[in-house]
């Protein structure tokens, strides 16, 4: 047993992952591996229906949005947002708050005019521009709720006039949101929602088709949805399993009992970084994340002594991003309250050693 606290690719529960093993030789009873059944085969149809009512329940997502199953991760949406929505001619506004947020400017500026709103790039994004304005003739605005890297992320959705588009790759599923105030949500789907490989994204019916410009097949959002996501082959084994789990979520009570869970987790964690006198949290306090908590000693050169008294108590993955070092925690959804505490434990003990 090993408490992992890795930011990714992503974490899935026990109970999730036996289940999704048994199904590599022997799907639902067939006979069959979910590896060789076709992905036009009625049961795989069911598999990506019950997918995609499980994400709509779980999320709240209304009758006035698509969902579609895709892959090549967030990654790909960074070019496909701006591919569908910005005008050749025409302006998109981003805000930048770390290295996602920037890898989806950067390749925005491919497909037309992009203004960068506001940028925490010179604090080394250990916060969220909260001052920023945006022009009400952008063709959207994009952000990304939780950044991954430097634990910050939005706890609110931004007020703006124009369409919002939103890069949720790790928190989707962690917290509640009001979907009908978005015409895009994204998000590579490892961290909260299934294996890697999968990518989610929901639409806003009527919003597709009016960008002068051409458009691959394959990147073009209309194709997916009118092939309810089977345009081509799938990700049939991501999307099983991403299903199993949102059945998990729900027989837990769904977003808003997980929401809890994850605001009693973080709310442990941050206690403890601000108590303690070893450790200092690296983001602003009213940007804090619940899913990456980030954080570094106050005392130089133990961070190594730290990893490995870790170590010693099954405690891995804790090590902060390459640019940003120190430590970072992920909180994802299958963490659970006792592997906090655990983490907590050897914190406090770790640091009353330092002490005498
Ligand atoms: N956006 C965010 C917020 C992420 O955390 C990540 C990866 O961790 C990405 C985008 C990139 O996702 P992918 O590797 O699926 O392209």
């Known amino acids: 047993m090993k ?110 005019e992009v203004v960068v709103v506001g940028s925490s790039i010179n604090a080394n994004y250990n916060f969220l521009p909260r001052d920023f304005k945006v022009s009400s003739n952008v063709a959207y605005f994009h952000y990304t709720s939780n950044n991954t890297i430097y634990g910050t992320a ?30 895009l949500i994204y998000a590579g789907a490892q961290k909260n929602a299934g294996p890697a490989g999968l990518t989610i994204v929901i639409i806003k019916k009527g919003i597709l088709g009016h960008v002068k410009r051409v458009i691959p097949f394959i990147f073009d959002y209309r194709l997916h949805i009118e092939n309810k996501s089977m345009y081509n082959t799938p990700a049939v084994y991501a999307i099983y399993v991403a299903m199993l789990n949102f059945r998990w979520l729900t027989r837990k009570g769904g977003v808003a009992a997980i929401e809890l869970e994850n605001n009693a987790k973080a709310a442990l964690l941050y206690r403890e970084i601000d ?30 002594e730290f990893l490995n008294f870790s170590r010693d108590r099954y405690i891995i993955g804790i090590e902060g991003h390459r640019s940003t070092g120190g430590f970072r925690v992920s909180l994802y959804n299958a963490v659970t309250l006792q592997d906090v505490e655990v983490l907590v434990s050897a914190m406090r003990e770790f640091s009353t050693q330092k002490e005498h």
Not at 44 to 62: G, K, T
């Open 3 to 112: 408490y992992n606290f890795g930011a990714g690719p992503g974490k899935l529960a026990k109970e999730v992952l036996e289940e999704a093993s048994k199904a590599i030789t022997n799907f639902n009873n067939t006979g069959l591996s979910i590896l060789e059944i076709s992905h036009r085969s009625q049961y795989f149809m069911d598999v990506v229906d019950e997918a995609e009512s499980l994400v709509r329940d779980l999320l709240e997502v209304p009758e006035t949005h698509d969902i579609i199953f895709l892959q090549g991760g967030a990654s790909t949406q960074f070019a496909m947002v701006p591919m569908n929505l910005l005008p050749p001619d025409g302006f998109a506004a981003y805000l930048d708050t770390g290295v996602w947020a920037n890898k989806a400017i950067q390749e925005a500026k491919r497909f037309g």
């Open 154 to 183: 939005f706890s609110f959705t931004p007020e703006v006039t124009v369409p919002l588009v939103c890069d949720m790759s790790s928190d989707i599923f962690s917290r509640r949101i009001d979907v009908s105030k978005y015409n």
């Open 275 to 304: 108590d303690n006198p070893l450790f200092v949290g690296t983001a602003r306090t009213e940007d804090r994340s619940r899913m990456n908590v980030t954080f570094t000693m106050v005392t130089a050169g133990l961070e190594q």
